[in-house]
């Protein structure tokens, strides 16, 4: 019989506690001063940037708008994520925070592709650039990018929200490095084609964080198994503990960035204790592989298949050969102790 619990009952029980190191309110307080300071500083380097004639300033200054974006896409989602689960919504909004994370990778590519455009035609067909104007305003952003970037390290970047953010500024600081080169070439050597390869080299920096960003929070979307965990050496390892016989229907997702969840149907030998073997296991998923939140439903062999069956805690009769399967559908490998295939 399918033993059904909460927390402190038997069979079907939930293991979760999450903690973050820096407190959300935390987080929006270094966010907004982010986005002041870099709304600020964004206005003035427009102007130069088209008073210069500089194709590196002017991306930087669009980077920078979207680092603003993110920033304002990074409080509306933690504001979301705040409110709690109800009606059909049973995790409540923390996924708003992956579609924040997402919206800021998109943004770096197609940003990349327009920007990447313009610098091959200025390549092509180099304008006057004013070297020391670029220079000074670079060198001045690079600045900027500085405070931001150590104020959003302060924020919890265990937050894909967070560090879709944090990228941002990091990308934008190395542009604003790579166009003081550029505007440094430019007022020394007169060679105006630096500005378009700055901007050049701004744009693959894009394209590395947009990519990386769309990727991680792509697989949270599709309830893939959190980067460094492989469901298979996992199933292995429950199926290994005492009185397990086997493990399978086992998912294993993440919720919202830094939050997995793991649910599983375990079999426990006749005789075995289930609230013993639940408990153990959900210690090892916590302890080892960081799952706080566990559904696990054990059952003894045999005796999962109908309502009216009674739970024998007791050791009864030598268990009959297991069938291969114990579910009408079952989803994913079957774990059973010794070498088997996945």
Not at 73 to 86: D, E, G, N, S, T
Not at 90 to 107: D, F, P, V
Not at 155 to 179: C, K, M, P
Not at 280 to 289: D, F, K, P, R
Request: net charge negative; aromatic share 4%; charged share 15%.
């Amino acid at each position: 019989m399918t033993e059904h619990a909460h927390g402190h009952d038997e069979g079907t029980a939930h293991a979760h506690s999450h903690s973050h190191a820096v407190s959300p309110d935390a987080d929006r307080r270094w966010l907004r001063a982010a986005l002041i300071l870099l709304t600020a500083y964004m206005t003035v380097e427009v102007v130069i940037g088209f008073v210069a004639q500089s194709l590196a300033l002017i991306s930087d200054a669009a980077h920078m708008l979207t680092d603003a974006v993110s920033i304002v896409l990074a409080l509306i989602a933690m504001r979301l994520a705040a409110k709690p689960a109800r009606g059909g919504y049973t995790y409540g909004l923390k996924r708003a925070e992956i579609l924040s994370a997402q919206a800021n990778g998109l943004t770096l590519l197609l940003l990349s592709v327009w920007l990447g455009y313009e610098s091959i035609v200025r390549l092509i067909s180099p304008p006057a650039v004013t070297g020391g104007l670029v220079l000074v305003t670079a060198l001045a952003g690079v600045v900027v990018n500085l405070i931001c970037a150590w104020m959003l390290s302060k924020a919890n970047r265990a937050s894909l929200n967070v560090e879709g953010a944090y990228q941002h500024i990091l990308t934008d600081l190395f542009g604003f490095i790579a166009t003081a080169v550029s505007g440094l070439i430019v007022l020394t050597t007169g060679f105006e084609r630096a500005d378009a390869i700055a901007s050049l080299v701004v744009v693959a920096l894009m394209l590395k964080a947009g990519t990386g960003l769309v990727r991680e929070s792509g697989r949270i979307f599709m309830e893939a198994a959190p980067a460094g965990i492989d469901p298979d050496a996992l199933g292995d390892h429950l199926v290994a503990a005492d009185e397990v016989v086997e493990v399978h229907d086992l998912h294993i997702w993440q919720i919202t960035s830094g939050q997995s969840a793991l649910s599983a149907h375990i079999l426990v030998a006749p005789g075995g204790d289930c609230h013993k073997v639940r408990r153990s296991l959900q210690e090892l998923l916590s302890a080892e592989y960081g799952i706080t939140h566990a559904t696990l439903q054990v059952d003894h062999v045999g005796e999962q298949g109908s309502a009216d069956d009674v739970l024998r805690l007791t050791a009864g009769p030598a268990p009959a050969p297991l069938p291969t399967e114990h579910c009408e559908d079952t989803h994913g490998p079957v774990h059973r102790p010794g070498p088997h295939r996945h």
